[in-house]
């Protein structure tokens, strides 16, 4: 499939500049960096740092330019798998085929990694090296904050560790993941917006894309997590089922799930229509995220 | 004492914007709002703060031109507490009188809730709400990004933890206090600069001031810690020697220790004595600090 390769190659100039990144630290004490960087690199699809390139690039910016904020978008990524995992929280011992963060280096420190990480973000959203445009830097990093934070993200995990003792209707889990998944997947399309300092109404198109995608992204995730293989996805499977959490295929059964998600594809294909076949990519990426088997 | 008074009017101006920003939130879901809140309001002197109003009023800018980066740089001290005092940092569990934020919410909510913090603070930086000018914006959160991260703070917790299985000399010990407490303390006074557009050779004193202020206010702290009342202090004390922490007061000695900090002072006022009587309220922050008996 040609798709795939789009996103390996992406991938790899992903993981090389997050190597950069975080590089010239190994000697550092107290094994600080080395778990930044495990947390950081040597796995992951990189779709949302994907999404975000792929988003400059269709307002126009070349792909070395939006690199360094697609990486500071992953790097909070990496620091919410680290913190989710965590035994206070999902409690989780394998994540893409390898002891977690605090498996690997104890818990102190997984959390601490976690927290530079994000912080790291915003060094890089920030840093002059990484734009020229003061406007655009701060915009990001508002932006990268309001999507990660309180109302974003954090909320939405607040919400699933609280799942876990009160029941969600479908709308209420659609809710909280719209928060927990699909915030990041926003802002990586919002953020190419802002890169290629696209209109107001293209701003909004991208959002609606990106919130389609970024639902059709958990509900394959939940599909995978229901049917799927352990050593082929390289974690834990069938654990919501197990911990009684709440998920789309538990409240809308396997098939009612894939109409859900079909539906979500096509929905997240419109949102990009408009801007004609510059929008190709992002519409395969639509249609890779909804067939996943990984 | 008139200085303390003014430290008061500073916490309780700091207190009314903090309720402001984290305000509007007491019905959201999940308790993350109101452990944002415990965590952030009713309590601390607000010395960080402190230091960012007047390092910007040093170089005429009006105290409520800086009030929001002063509790951004709030929320990552609170963020710092919460994190740190864990079960699997220093496990503490008590802060300023209180239970710290994992006894009264758990300890999944007290992560949560201090990487939400963490991320507010970029959000309250970068937003046009709170400054104009986006270089400054951008600027500041790129200097609190360094100072929070893998290269500062964090770094200093991490060495502390591992300080714990490997002995400091005191060198060891004040490098390590030089970026867990002093890289907050130096931002303070930065962010006063970069607010005011100060020269490089200004802001080289402030960050000389701000160095000299961090480890006399840690000094303070260990000297507390070794001889201090628990139910003054707020929060446990004699802890550093019970669990064989490194501290410049057991390196030191009681005595060499309070000559140090008579030293470290002197080094703070010496810095910005060429601002004259401008400088006044510095001086006496700086005597303050070493002097506080809570």
């Known amino acids: 499939m040609v ?35 495990y947390a950081a690199l040597g796995g992951g699809k990189r779709i949302r740092p994907f999404l975000l390139i792929e988003s400059a690039r269709l307002f126009g910016v070349a792909e ?3 690199l360094d904020a697609a990486c500071a978008l992953e790097c909070v990524h990496c620091y919410s798998l680290a913190h989710d995992d965590l035994p206070a929280m999902d409690d989780d011992d394998l994540r893409r085929g390898r002891p977690t963060l605090h498996i690997a280096f104890g818990e102190a420190t997984a959390i601490l990694a976690g927290d530079a990480l994000l912080t790291l973000a915003f060094e890089i959203l920030s840093s002059p090296a990484s734009h020229e445009d003061a406007d655009i830097r701060a915009e990001l990093v508002f932006n990268l904050a309001k999507a990660a934070g309180w109302r974003g993200m954090a909320l939405g995990q607040a919400i699933d560790l609280d799942a876990e003792r009160q029941d969600l209707n479908a709308d209420g889990v659609a809710g909280m993941q719209a928060l927990k998944t699909g915030a990041l997947f ?109």
């Open 3 to 37: 798709f795939a390769r789009v996103l390996e190659r992406h991938a790899s100039a992903i993981e090389r500049r997050l190597e950069a990144l975080l590089a010239g630290n190994e000697d550092a004490p107290a094994g600080l960096d080395a778990a930044m960087r």
């Open 64 to 66: 070395d330019r939006a």
């Open 186 to 294: 926003r802002f990586a399309c919002e953020a190419g917006a802002i890169l290629g300092r696209a209109s107001a109404s293209d701003r909004e198109k991208m959002r609606a894309y990106a919130t389609a995608l970024g639902q059709a992204f958990q509900l394959a995730d939940d599909l995978l997590d229901a049917q799927g293989d352990a050593k082929a996805v390289g974690k834990a499977v069938a654990k919501d089922e197990g911990r009684g959490k709440a998920t789309l295929v538990a409240l809308l059964g396997v098939e009612g799930a894939k109409a859900r998600l079909a539906a979500l594809v096509a929905e997240a294909e419109n949102a990009v229509a408009p801007f004609g076949s510059k929008a190709a990519t992002l519409i395969e990426a639509a249609r890779f995220i909804a067939e996943r088997r990984t």
